[in-house]
């Protein structure tokens, strides 16, 4: 077994666990000022695909595999850090906004940031997708990319489509 890829997951799991809290306090703050939350169904889709890719990588990879670090988990550990960097740029745009569920204030401003006209989910597109790419090429976990990928990208495409609606829905200028 790896003691590097230990350790990185470690990193992983505390960096995972702070985005956590930071999304929960955010939406505790939101909600406390009259917000509301849409998309129930769809947050629990992403965040149960989600752990099960990560869950499916790290037995995968160290029960199975019995993954050492080496140029794949290196190429796997630099898409992996990507999506890191593009998931705290997103949180520091969006600022009190960013959390992990589609939740709109009454006090809700539109972030109309160049990249956001870019890429309409830079949250997803730029981090989501990168890290349950990743994370598993990281562990050598191919089949739990090859199954929890496209079973991710389904609960994904749902999510969009519920953002989008409430988006469209709440803002003029969307």
């Not at 406390?32 to 752990?51: C, D, I, K």
Request: glycine share 6%; net charge positive.
């Amino acid at each position: 077994m790896s003691h590097p890829l230990l350790i990185i997951c470690a990193f992983v799991a505390i960096f995972r666990f702070w985005t956590l809290y930071v999304a929960l306090t955010n939406e505790k703050r939101l909600k406390m000022n009259g917000a509301t939350e849409y998309g129930q169904g769809s947050t629990l889709a992403l965040w149960v695909t989600t752990f099960a890719v990560y869950f499916g990588a790290l037995f995968e990879g160290f029960y199975f595999r019995r993954v050492q670090f080496d140029g794949i988990a290196a190429v796997g550990l630099s898409i992996y850090i990507f999506s890191a960097i593009a998931l705290i740029w997103v949180m520091r745009t969006l600022g009190p906004f960013w959390s992990g569920k589609v939740i709109i204030s009454p006090h809700h401003e539109l972030v109309v940031h160049p990249i956001f006209r870019a890429i309409k989910h830079p949250n997803y597109f730029l981090n989501m997708i990168p890290e349950l790419i990743g994370f598993p090429i990281m562990l050598h976990a191919f089949t739990t990319l090859a199954i929890g990928l496209p079973l991710f990208l389904i609960t994904l495409l749902f999510r969009i489509r519920v953002e989008e609606q409430v988006l469209k829905n709440k803002f003029e200028a969307y």
